[in-house]
């Protein structure tokens, strides 16, 4: 029992340390791209520097994850839980890495005439940065459902994104003096768009250690939202796709 007991203790740090890795790169996103709309090269050094801080707890995380798996020897859903927490450490600590680029790229910026940041871009952010907190919600509330929505979520940012790029490439076209801005700025609409995807891997990550099933979520709400929208039912699909069915197919 008393082992037990110290198992369940360090599992509950293990989980707040990435909790507190989560909300450490959240909000370096959001200085990261205050630092761009402002162009404020102090704080885009400082989200730099910090850069370490999310690296060396990384590092820790990962340590005790090994350790727990090494010592303790989990079965069923606490192996999924360690497991599953090496996996989602490492989608939190490339989001770090986003925030690190985007500070980089506004240091770049520095001494040159003000950037002109697409309106959206802010708006991308907050939407990639929500679907973050929400897979880490669903991480402590243990809801495989609410891990689903995130993954839902991830079709509207990439929409976003596409229509910044879109936005970005024809100001490159109109004016050829801000191709090299224009450019930067795509890196970081891209990079935005990767810390989605991050939480999305987070999620997934969640309804496996939750349900046991390691799914795609990612693809799986991707599709059905392309179905919903050109109105086809999605079980005829799949049957179809899989040969279930000899009736032509039709949307």
């Not at 680029?101 to 697409?118: E, L, M, N, Q, Y």
């Not at 990439?158 to 700025?185: G, H, N």
């Not at 390691?214 to 693809?219: A, C, D, P, V």
């Amino acid at each position: 029992m008393i082992i037990r007991r110290n198992f369940e203790e360090q599992l509950g740090e293990l989980q707040e340390d990435l909790l507190r890795l989560g909300r450490f790169v959240q909000e370096a996103h959001a200085r990261a791209l205050d630092a761009l709309t402002r162009q404020d090269v102090a704080l885009a050094k400082v989200v730099i520097n910090d850069d370490d801080i999310a690296d060396d707890l990384t590092f820790a995380i990962q340590a005790q994850a090994m350790q727990l798996l090494a010592l303790q020897q989990p079965m069923a859903r606490d192996l999924r839980s360690i497991a599953s927490s090496l996996r989602i450490v490492i989608d939190l600590e490339r989001i770090g890495d986003h925030a690190c680029d985007i500070a980089k790229i506004t240091r770049t910026f520095a001494g040159s005439s003000a950037v002109r940041v697409p309106n959206d871009l802010p708006r991308l952010s907050e939407m990639a940065r929500k679907m973050v907190g929400d897979s880490l919600v669903a991480f402590v509330t243990r809801d495989p459902q609410a891990a689903r929505q995130v993954a839902r979520d991830d079709d509207a940012v990439d929409d976003l994104c596409d229509a910044i790029q879109e936005e970005l490439m024809d100001t490159m076209r109109e004016d050829a003096t801000r191709v090299e801005k224009a450019t930067r700025l795509l890196l970081v609409a891209r990079s935005i768009e990767r810390v989605a995807d991050h939480a999305t891997n987070i999620a997934e990550q969640v309804y496996y250690v939750e349900t046991g099933e390691m799914r795609n979520l990612g693809r799986e709400e991707h599709n059905h939202h392309l179905l919903s929208s050109l109105g086809v039912e999605e079980d005829k699909w799949s049957k179809q796709v899989h040969g279930e069915v000899d009736d032509t197919f039709v949307p």
